[in-house]
C-alpha cells in the first residue's frame, strides 16, 4: 500500500519527501529504526496509512455481471476469424 502512493507521487514530489525524512533522520547511538520510531510514525501520517480492514466474504454479492454474450466472437475482430 506504501509502495502504491510512493509510485503516484511525481518525481519531484518523491525527491522533495526524501529530502524531508533524511532531515527528520537523526540517528544516535541508542537509537534504532523500529515500527514504533519517529520516522515510520511520518510515513503513516503523510500517507494517511491505516491498518487494512479485513474483508468479508461476499460483500461485493450483486455488484458485478456479465452480459449473456460474453463468449461471443467480437464484431471488431471478425475479420481474423
Known amino acids: 500500500e506504501f509502495a502504491e ?3 503516484q507521487l511525481s518525481l519531484e514530489d518523491q525527491q522533495w519527501l526524501l529530502q524531508q525524512l ?3 533522520i537523526n540517528i544516535s547511538n ?7 520510531n519517529s520516522l515510520t510514525n511520518e510515513f503513516k ?11 468479508k466474504f461476499g460483500s461485493a454479492k450483486g455488484l458485478i455481471s ?7 466472437p467480437l464484431e471488431d475482430f471478425k475479420d481474423y476469424m
Open 5 to 7: 502512493k510512493i509510485n
Open 22 to 24: 533524511i532531515q527528520k
Open 30 to 36: 541508542d537509537s534504532d529504526l523500529n515500527p514504533s
Open 66 to 72: 456479465m452480459l449473456p454474450d460474453f463468449d461471443e
Open 45 to 55: 501520517k503523510t500517507f494517511n496509512i491505516t491498518p487494512a480492514v479485513k474483508r
